[in-house]
């Protein structure tokens, strides 16, 4: 599904007088349709970047991402257009993120119906199947209208996981997906991504977590010194 072979990046900080920070360098793996890849290392090692590169957040320096897409075949998404990044994007690729980056004043239910009725589905299946996820992942029906902003950190993360894969897109990137949980919600999550899985989801996760990287991953990359 997506292979990366010699990926490196750099990042000119101009606060720092133009100083070049090494990123990473000469990443390479492979991962299989359906498969799962851990993503292991330190912080500050470059993992979040890598998943970033994938995402194209950030262009890399060097290297390729093959990936097959289910619209254009096998495309480089290191260099890819901005327009077939944005179509894979809205069709194909999730990101988990650590943080919830929303619109504000837009209800919970219709930030996680949102990817859905950008594809294509009807507003009311959205919602219905949006409700049924947030309700698994401990939501109160309550706070179905309320505003994210107001919600706990927890709660702000179950509602980005949420959203990241009511579709079950073909490739899920995750940066850290449960962080931020507590036990219960972490089994929830596992048992979800489990269940994606399952239905041909590939994905690459970073983590911290060794238990739920141990649950989700069929193999694992450790990153050291940024390589």
């Known amino acids: 599904m997506i292979k990366i072979s010699g990926l ?47 995402y194209r957040t950030y262009i890399p320096g060097s290297g390729s991402i093959m990936y097959a897409s289910g619209s254009y075949g096998d495309m480089d998404l290191a260099c890819a257009s901005e327009h077939e990044v944005i179509s894979v994007r809205k069709s194909e690729i999730s990101f988990i993120t650590q943080f919830l980056h929303i619109i504000p004043r837009v209800s919970a239910l219709d930030v996680v119906a949102e990817p859905l009725v950008a594809s294509g589905a009807g507003a009311a299946e959205a919602r219905e199947k949006a409700a049924a996820l947030l309700s698994e992942l401990g939501i109160p029906e309550g706070l179905f209208d309320a505003f994210p902003s107001t919600f706990s950190g927890g709660e702000k993360q179950r509602i980005n ?67």
């Open 8 to 54: 490196s990046k750099t990042f000119r900080m101009h606060i720092l007088k133009g100083k070049i920070i090494e990123g990473f360098k000469d990443v390479s793996f492979s991962v299989k349709p359906g498969q799962a890849l851990g993503i292991k290392g330190k912080s500050g090692k470059g993992k979040s970047s890598v998943l970033k590169c994938v």
């Open 161 to 227: 996981i949420a959203r990241s894969i009511i579709k079950a897109p073909r490739l899920l990137l995750m940066d850290e997906p449960t962080a931020s949980l507590d036990k219960k919600s972490t089994v929830t999550v596992v048992e979800l991504l489990k269940g994606l899985k399952k239905k041909g989801t590939t994905m690459i996760g970073a983590f911290h977590d060794m238990w739920v990287m141990d649950q989700i991953s069929d193999s694992i990359y450790e990153m050291d010194g940024g390589q």
